[in-house]
């Protein structure tokens, strides 16, 4: 049928003005609402940097809602972990480790790793984390994670085992940690008598930390152990005379060890390191470089921010 006084043609380029328009009009809107949701979330992303959590929650909950974008359910479950809100980032990271693309499932599983770390469920950490050893993009960050676990759950065996996954230059910067994971062992291996392999776990962390503090006073404690005084008073003279922290923390085992020999330890001492003659205020004896907090025991890694060899005595002037 031909509509009278119009011909095909003009009807036909109608047609495809009508489409243009619908098409450029329904483009605006999309790039509107895009415009607006980026807007909204960089807002969010604001609020974050800037520990506005409540406010953040409440625009990336809006956007999660009308949008399945990874990105914005990724910062929502990183939201809800710092909150401490650990239930609903499991919930919202379990969800995306089922996504079809392998970039963002590998991205959370890491994420439900930290979020079962941060939730201290240590055992379903591991097993999220270790599924990612295979990952060469998170492999460096899972190595390092599972050392942290390994620590909590004071595995050390396999936390060596993680130390030694690690690339040459990392365990040439890490030899001191080693050697700590091997002082442990040490310590426990005296404890129940067994001073074979105390001296072969002794071996070991040399090999890694010949001079470290916690080394020397692990060789002093197996010569305690095994007896042999005079060995005993070379090697805790060693130990305790290399730092004021170390002597302040040690000094009333080593007496308590060599007994007779103490008054000849405190010559030698006196001679490397002269005694304070200010008062120590009791409240905090040792001081954590890294953080600051403060403890009246010795700890080889800090209790707080769990860095090793981090602290330091504190000589305060009584009032």
């Known amino acids: 049928m031909r509509l009278r006084g119009i011909g095909p043609e003009v009807l036909l380029l109608c047609f495809l003005l009508v489409g243009a328009a619908a098409f450029a009009l329904g483009r605006r809107t999309a790039r509107g609402r895009r415009m607006r949701r980026d807007v909204e979330y960089f807002t969010g992303l604001d609020h974050l940097v800037n520990d506005r959590y409540d406010r953040a929650t409440e625009i990336f909950t809006r956007l999660a809602t009308r949008s399945q974008d990874a990105e914005i359910q990724f910062a929502l479950g990183s939201l809800m972990r710092k909150r401490g809100e650990v239930d609903r980032a499991i919930a919202i990271h379990t969800e ?7 970039a963002i499932r590998e991205r959370a599983t890491f994420a439900l790793g930290l979020d079962y770390m941060s939730a201290g469920l240590l055992d379903r950490a591991e097993e999220r984390l270790r599924d990612l050893l295979g990952s060469a993009q998170y492999r ?28 040459a230059d990392k365990q040439r910067e890490g030899a001191t940690v080693a050697a700590h994971y091997f002082c442990e062992l040490g310590e426990a291996a005296i404890a129940e008598r067994d001073l074979d392999a105390a001296r072969a776990h002794l071996a070991s962390a040399r090999v890694h930390a010949a001079e470290a503090a916690r080394v020397r006073m692990l060789a002093a404690r197996i010569a305690s152990a095994a007896g042999d005084a005079p060995r005993a008073l070379d090697l805790y003279s060693t130990a305790l005379g290399g730092s004021r922290a170390i002597r ?18 405190d010559a030698r001492l006196d001679s ?16 954590c470089e890294h953080c600051g907090v403060g403890s009246v025991t010795w700890h080889w890694r800090c209790p707080s921010c769990r860095t090793w060899d981090s602290l330091q005595s504190v000589h305060i002037r009584a009032h």
């Open 96 to 102: 995306l480790a089922q996504n079809r693309e392998a």
């Open 140 to 167: 460096p960050a899972v190595l390092e994670r599972l050392a942290w676990v390994y620590e909590q759950q004071r595995d050390w065996r396999a936390a060596l085992d993680i130390f030694r996954e690690l690339p």
């Open 248 to 265: 302040d923390a040690f000094a009333q085992e080593a007496h308590e060890a060599l007994q007779e020999h103490s008054a000849e330890l």
């Open 272 to 287: 490397k390191l002269p005694p304070d003659p200010e008062p120590q205020r009791m409240d905090a004896r040792f001081r």
